[in-house]
C-alpha cells in the first residue's frame, strides 16, 4: 500500500470534520487529551493517530509554512515577496520579531503533533494486534521524529559535522500532555546535537516497526534528509540508494509538472493530499494562494501572486531546461512577473518528499565520499538533466548543488541547502542570528526554562 500516507492524509480531514461530537477529537485544538476520555481501544488509538495527520497538513506545517517559510527566508536572488502580510515580509527581510505569528504558529502546531503522536505512543499499551500495534507506534515516531527535525532546523543554529553542536536546540518532548496536570512550565531547551540524535532514533525504530510495510519508505526519505543536513553522507548515501532501487516510487519521465498535478505520483513518497473540501487554504494559506497568480478557466483569479520568481534566479538556469520552460510562467492573475508552476492548484496534493530527492542526496554522497554506490555522481546528475532536456556534464560539487537547485526550487529546501553548505545569504553569513527563528514572546512567558535565541 504505497499510497497509505496520502490516503491517511485525505481520510484524517474527512474523519474529523464528521466526527466532531466525538470527545476524543473535540478537544484538539488545546493539544491535549482528557485522561476522562483516555484512548481505551485500537480504534481510539487509530483515530488520534489520523487527527496527528490532520495538524501535519495545516497551513501552519506542511499545508504552507514548512514549505514556503524556508524559501522566503532565503529568498535573496530567488524569491519577491510583494504580499500585505507582514508576518511574511518581516521574514522575507530578516526583520521578525518574537512576536511574529507565523513564527508562533509553526511552532505550536509542530508540538501540537508532537503532543499527539506522544499520546498515541503512550496507549498504544491497549492494541492487543502485534502488526497493529507496530504500525500506529511507527508512524507516531515518524510524525515526532520530522516535527522536531523542521523545529529544530528553524529555531536553532545549523548542525555543524565538524563541531559539538552544544548550542540550544529545541525542547525533546516524549511525554504527552493529557491533563493541566501534565504541564510542566519550566522545560529547558536540548541541545542541538541531543535534537538530532532523538530524531534519528525516532525514524530508526519508526523504519524498523514499519517493516514490510511501504509506507517505511517516507521515514527512510526523512531520515535520509536528516543525515545530509548532518554531513553523514556514507548514510543518507545507503539510505538513499535503498530507496531508489527499493521502494515503489520511480522518477516520472514524461512531465515535469506531473509530480505536482497527478495526486499520488510515482514520484511523492510523503505528500499532504488536499482537495476542494479539505484543503490547506485559498485566501490565506495555502501554496498556492501565494504562489500562483493567472486567471482560470472562468475569468477568475487563482493566487495572491505574492510571491514570485526573482529574475536572477530564473535568468540563471542554462538555455533549454525545461524546469525554467515548463515551471516557470508569466502571470496573468492578481500580480504580474514570473511564478512558479509547482504550487498552481488550490487542491493538490502537496509533495514533500520526492524520489528526485534521493537521486540528488545520491550524487552528491557519492562525489564527496568518492564512491559509487548505485550509480556514478554523473548518472544520477544527467538522469535528471536528460529529463528537464539538458546533455550531460563531468560533476562537480558546484554543479551537484546548482542542479539540486533547480530540481527541488520552492519545495522548501533552499535555507537548509545553504546553511548546511555554509553558503551565504545575500549579505547573511550561514549562521547568522538572523537566519534563525526566535523563541515566540509566547512560550517564553508560559515556559520559563526557555531562552530566547541572539539577537531577539
Given at each position: 500500500?504505497?499510497?497509505?500516507?496520502?490516503?491517511?492524509?485525505?481520510?484524517?480531514?474527512?474523519?474529523?470534520?464528521?466526527?466532531?461530537?466525538?470527545?476524543?477529537?473535540?478537544?484538539?485544538?488545546?493539544?491535549?487529551?482528557?485522561?476522562?476520555?483516555?484512548?481505551?481501544t485500537t480504534a481510539d488509538v487509530q483515530n488520534a493517530l489520523i487527527g496527528a495527520y490532520t495538524v501535519l497538513a495545516t497551513g501552519d506545517l506542511y499545508g504552507t509554512n514548512?514549505?514556503?517559510?524556508?524559501?522566503?527566508?532565503?529568498?535573496?536572488?530567488?524569491?519577491?515577496?510583494?504580499?500585505?502580510?507582514?508576518?511574511?515580509?518581516?521574514?522575507?527581510?530578516?526583520?521578525?520579531?518574537?512576536?511574529?505569528?507565523?513564527?508562533?504558529?509553526?511552532?505550536?502546531?509542530?508540538?501540537?503533533?508532537?503532543?499527539?503522536?506522544?499520546?498515541?505512543?503512550?496507549?498504544?499499551?491497549?492494541?492487543?494486534?502485534?502488526?497493529?500495534?507496530?504500525?500506529?507506534?511507527?508512524?507516531?515516531?515518524?510524525?515526532?521524529?520530522?516535527?522536531?527535525?523542521?523545529?529544530?532546523?528553524?529555531?536553532?543554529?545549523?548542525?555543524?559535522?565538524?563541531?559539538?553542536?552544544?548550542?540550544?536546540?529545541?525542547?525533546?518532548?516524549?511525554?504527552?500532555?493529557?491533563?493541566?496536570?501534565?504541564?510542566?512550565?519550566?522545560?529547558?531547551?536540548?541541545?542541538?546535537?541531543?535534537?538530532?540524535?532523538?530524531?534519528?532514533?525516532?525514524?530508526?525504530?519508526?523504519?524498523?516497526?514499519?517493516?514490510?510495510?511501504?509506507?517505511?519508505?517516507?521515514?527512510?526519505?526523512?531520515?535520509?534528509?536528516?543525515?545530509?543536513?548532518?554531513?553523514?553522507?556514507?548514510?543518507?548515501?545507503?539510505?538513499?540508494?535503498?530507496?531508489?532501487?527499493?521502494?515503489?516510487?520511480?522518477?516520472?519521465?514524461?512531465?515535469?509538472?506531473?509530480?505536482?498535478?497527478?495526486?499520488?505520483?510515482?514520484?511523492?513518497?510523503?505528500?499532504?493530499?488536499?482537495?476542494?473540501?479539505?484543503?490547506?487554504?485559498?485566501?490565506?494559506?495555502?501554496?498556492?494562494?501565494?504562489?500562483?497568480?493567472?486567471?482560470?478557466?472562468?475569468?477568475?483569479?487563482?493566487?495572491?501572486?505574492?510571491?514570485?520568481?526573482?529574475?536572477?534566479?530564473?535568468?540563471?538556469?542554462?538555455?533549454?531546461?525545461?524546469?525554467?520552460?515548463?515551471?516557470?510562467?508569466?502571470?496573468?492573475?492578481?500580480?504580474?512577473?514570473?511564478?512558479?508552476?509547482?504550487?498552481?492548484?488550490?487542491?493538490?496534493?502537496?509533495?514533500?518528499?520526492?524520489?528526485t530527492e534521493q537521486y540528488l542526496i545520491r550524487a552528491e554522497c557519492n562525489f564527496r565520499l568518492s564512491t559509487v554506490i548505485g550509480a556514478t555522481p554523473a548518472a544520477d546528475?544527467?538522469?535528471?538533466?536528460?529529463?528537464?532536456?539538458?546533455?550531460?556534464?563531468?560533476?562537480?560539487?558546484?554543479?551537484?548543488?546548482?542542479?539540486?537547485?533547480?530540481?527541488?526550487?520552492?519545495?522548501?529546501?533552499?535555507?537548509?541547502?545553504?546553511?548546511?553548505?555554509?553558503?551565504?545569504?545575500?549579505?547573511?553569513?550561514?549562521?547568522?542570528?538572523?537566519?534563525?527563528?526566535?523563541?515566540?514572546?509566547?512560550?517564553?512567558?508560559?515556559?520559563?526554562?526557555?531562552?530566547?535565541?541572539?539577537?531577539?
Amino acid at each position: 500500500m504505497k499510497n497509505y500516507y496520502k490516503n491517511i492524509l485525505a481520510a484524517s480531514i474527512m474523519i474529523l470534520t464528521a466526527s466532531s461530537c466525538k470527545k476524543q477529537l473535540e478537544i484538539e485544538p488545546r493539544q491535549s487529551i482528557s485522561s476522562e476520555v483516555a484512548l481505551s481501544t485500537t480504534a481510539d488509538v487509530q483515530n488520534a493517530l489520523i487527527g496527528a495527520y490532520t495538524v501535519l497538513a495545516t497551513g501552519d506545517l506542511y499545508g504552507t509554512n514548512l514549505v514556503f517559510l524556508p524559501d522566503i527566508y532565503a529568498n535573496n536572488g530567488y524569491l519577491n515577496w510583494t504580499g500585505s502580510f507582514s508576518t511574511y515580509r518581516d521574514i522575507s527581510n530578516k526583520a521578525i520579531i518574537s512576536t511574529n505569528v507565523d513564527v508562533l504558529r509553526t511552532w505550536v502546531s509542530a508540538y501540537k503533533a508532537i503532543n499527539v503522536a506522544n499520546t498515541v505512543l503512550s496507549a498504544s499499551g491497549v492494541v492487543t494486534n502485534p502488526a497493529t500495534k507496530n504500525n500506529i507506534e511507527g508512524k507516531a515516531l515518524f510524525i515526532r521524529g520530522i516535527m522536531h527535525f523542521e523545529l529544530v532546523r528553524l529555531y536553532a543554529q545549523p548542525f555543524d559535522a565538524a563541531g559539538t553542536n552544544n548550542g540550544l536546540g529545541v525542547p525533546i518532548i516524549t511525554k504527552a500532555v493529557q491533563s493541566t496536570s501534565d504541564i510542566v512550565t519550566n522545560v529547558p531547551r536540548n541541545s542541538i546535537a541531543d535534537v538530532y540524535t532523538a530524531v534519528e532514533n525516532d525514524l530508526k525504530s519508526s523504519i524498523t516497526k514499519l517493516d514490510g510495510a511501504n509506507e517505511k519508505y517516507a521515514s527512510m526519505a526523512f531520515l535520509a534528509r536528516v543525515y545530509l543536513q548532518e554531513g553523514k553522507y556514507a548514510l543518507a548515501r545507503d539510505l538513499a540508494n535503498d530507496i531508489i532501487n527499493n521502494s515503489p516510487y520511480s522518477l516520472i519521465t514524461t512531465s515535469l509538472e506531473a509530480p505536482f498535478r497527478t495526486r499520488n505520483s510515482n514520484e511523492g513518497i510523503f505528500e499532504i493530499a488536499q482537495n476542494e473540501q479539505s484543503n490547506a487554504g485559498s485566501s490565506n494559506d495555502g501554496l498556492a494562494t501565494f504562489y500562483a497568480s493567472y486567471e482560470n478557466s472562468t475569468g477568475g483569479n487563482v493566487g495572491r501572486g505574492d510571491a514570485n520568481v526573482n529574475t536572477a534566479f530564473y535568468n540563471a538556469f542554462e538555455t533549454g531546461d525545461k524546469r525554467q520552460t515548463d515551471l516557470i510562467y508569466t502571470g496573468t492573475g492578481a500580480k504580474n512577473g514570473l511564478f512558479t508552476k509547482k504550487w498552481y492548484d488550490y487542491f493538490g496534493n502537496i509533495p514533500v518528499a520526492r524520489i528526485t530527492e534521493q537521486y540528488l542526496i545520491r550524487a552528491e554522497c557519492n562525489f564527496r565520499l568518492s564512491t559509487v554506490i548505485g550509480a556514478t555522481p554523473a548518472a544520477d546528475i544527467n538522469r535528471l538533466r536528460l529529463r528537464a532536456g539538458l546533455g550531460n556534464v563531468v560533476p562537480t560539487l558546484a554543479t551537484i548543488l546548482n542542479e539540486r537547485e533547480k530540481e527541488l526550487a520552492y519545495e522548501g529546501f533552499r535555507l537548509h541547502d545553504y546553511k548546511r553548505t555554509k553558503r551565504t545569504i545575500g549579505s547573511f553569513v550561514y549562521n547568522d542570528p538572523k537566519l534563525v527563528f526566535p523563541i515566540p514572546d509566547r512560550e517564553l512567558s508560559a515556559n520559563k526554562g526557555l531562552v530566547q535565541n541572539p539577537g531577539y
